[in-house]
């Protein structure tokens, strides 16, 4: 489905924006489910309200859609960056779903609660729309109106792969604000793409820095405060929220949403933090974390544990599984020390109930292609020159075992297409995954490829220092890229094409695009062809 580049309504930095009337009603009236109601019995809801200052500030956004609907997120914050300046009242905010731009064709509306336990959020799930085609959606509380939005379904999941429309996805991870500015999120809104996902680090957790392009708004975050401030200051960014309510997102975290490099119950830094406080502060992270994305109701955090796997299908062309490889691992071993504890047979990076479930979505997948949309390097790189390896153990080689049964059961499976998408590095990656590592006549079971950030690491590098000796040492890394960006799938029944996007520099507020490789993959042809 090609489309001309959506823009947003209004622009979305202004402190205010002008009101629109909100439309009547018409057309059909459908179901929608909202998330909203799983709050429980609000003792009053404010029908009019007044606001200090413009409530929608942090923009609207869409997400995980399926074949008759998307879930539909705003949050009220007249004051967000300091708790978001609402009374402690539940409020009701009207949406309405139309077929046009102007918002005249409504297919559906109503109200949902915004309650001050959580932010004043809002997650509204649409359902009884049209499949395979565009809508455009917007909010009002009292008498102020959002910026429109626009979103569209996938295809019903019976359709089969030659009648279902080619897709277009970009994914991105990784965008530190003190780093850079978010301008490939403006080339990426250029491209008008039909779905994109976001692999983690949407925030980062970090005290603010002098001397930083851009500075965090406080010390390192701790509270559910903290968290809802820290969410907010990013979600201020004109580009990222233009990108939001451009095309529905698909989201799951990796670690800087809550502490660096944490591992289930396990931070990072092994000191005396009781276990108490820190599944306390990941209660908190995790709550604002749903607070600001469009998630829906089956993702609510019920305290310290949040359901985040999922599957997203388009037709039966392509099944997304969507991973959460942080809160359900076990500790990573020997740090970056390839050795006994990395081949464990019990360390796990996703956790029994979530392994089995993804090996039942790609036992029963009829799609052609499947993609793992996951957080962490798949491929078993060596990061070190001559006899010895290095590789890093908060990535898939640190729980090897798993790993390769996952690449075998790529076979024994007889999965269609398996491709890894990933994030967490800041670099970009074109790889083949061998089932057994360091065999050169072992078959390739699928391809990964991984996206640089979005700002994270700032300025990028035409010249990686040893790239040569790591494409020599790792013959199934096909490319590698040190530039800031994203990349840009167009996937079809007969082929999967990546596109490398860069960006030279995050450190000004502009820079042009770049395309430095693009791969295919043929549909029942494992590995990778450069373009």
């Not at 997203?312 to 050795?339: C, I, K, M």
Request: charged content about 25%.
């Amino acid at each position: 489905m090609s489309m001309t580049p959506f823009r947003p309504v209004f622009p979305l930095n202004s402190p205010r924006l002008k009101r629109r009337s909100f439309l009547g009603a018409s057309g059909s009236m459908l179901v929608a489910l909202g998330a909203g109601r799983a709050w429980g019995n609000e003792p009053a809801v404010k029908e009019k309200p007044s606001f200090q200052g413009y409530p929608f500030q942090l923009g609207v956004a869409s997400g995980d859609p399926s074949a008759d609907g998307f879930v539909l997120w705003t949050r009220l914050a007249p004051e967000p960056l300091t708790g978001g300046g609402m009374p402690r009242e539940a409020v009701w905010v009207h949406w309405q779903v139309a077929e046009d731009e102007a918002m005249t064709k409504v297919v559906a509306s109503g109200k949902e609660i915004a309650s001050p336990d959580w932010g004043h959020s809002v997650h509204v799930e649409v359902a009884g729309l049209k499949p395979d085609r565009w809508y455009w959606y917007q909010f009002k509380a009292g008498a102020e109106t959002s910026p429109r939005g626009r979103s569209r379904t996938l295809e019903h999941p019976d359709r089969p792969a030659a009648e279902t429309s080619a897709l277009k996805m970009a994914f991105a991870s990784c965008q530190h604000f003190e780093a850079g500015f978010y301008t490939a999120y403006r080339h990426m809104l250029d491209e008008s793409p039909d779905l994109v996902l976001h692999l983690g680090d949407y925030i980062y957790e970090g005290a603010s820095k002098e001397g930083q392009i851009r500075l965090h708004n406080s010390a390192e975050i701790i509270t559910l405060e903290d968290y809802r401030n820290r969410h907010a200051q990013y979600k201020s960014d004109a580009s990222l929220q233009a990108m939001h309510a451009a095309a529905p997102w698909v989201v799951t975290w990796d670690d800087h949403e809550f502490d660096n490099n944490y591992a289930g119950e396990v931070p990072e830094e092994k000191g005396p933090m009781a276990r108490e406080d820190f599944l306390t502060r990941r209660a908190a992270a995790y709550q604002a974390y749903y607070e600001h994305m469009p998630l829906r109701a089956a993702c609510i955090p019920k305290g310290p544990g949040m359901k985040l796997y999922r599957s997203v299908r388009h037709g039966s062309l392509v099944d997304f599984h969507v991973l959460d490889t942080r809160q359900h691992r076990s500790d990573q071993p020997n740090r970056d020390r390839p050795g006994p504890a990395s081949l464990e047979p019990a360390a796990t990076m996703l956790g029994e109930r979530q392994r089995d479930w993804l090996l039942g979505e790609l036992k029963g997948s009829r799609a052609t292609w499947n993609v793992l949309a996951q957080q962490v390097m798949m491929a078993r790189v060596d990061r070190s020159g001559g006899p010895g390896e290095t590789c890093s153990m908060d990535q898939w080689p640190g729980y090897e075992v798993e790993r390769q049964a996952l690449l075998r059961a790529f076979q024994e499976l007889k999965v269609s297409n398996p491709v890894v998408l990933t994030g967490d590095i800041h670099t970009h990656w074109a790889n083949e995954l061998p089932v057994s590592h360091g065999d050169p006549a072992s078959p390739v079971a699928g391809t990964e490829f991984v996206c640089t950030s979005i700002s994270s690491k700032g300025d990028g590098n035409d010249h990686p220092a040893g790239l040569e000796r790591l494409l020599s040492e790792n013959p199934f890394v096909k490319y590698h890229g040190d530039h800031r960006g994203y990349v840009s799938c167009r996937i079809d029944g007969k082929s999967w094409r990546s596109d490398f996007r860069t960006i030279d520099r995050v450190t000004v507020a502009d820079s042009p695009l770049k395309t430095p490789a693009s791969f295919v993959v043929e549909s029942g042809r494992a590995g990778l062809q450069r373009v």
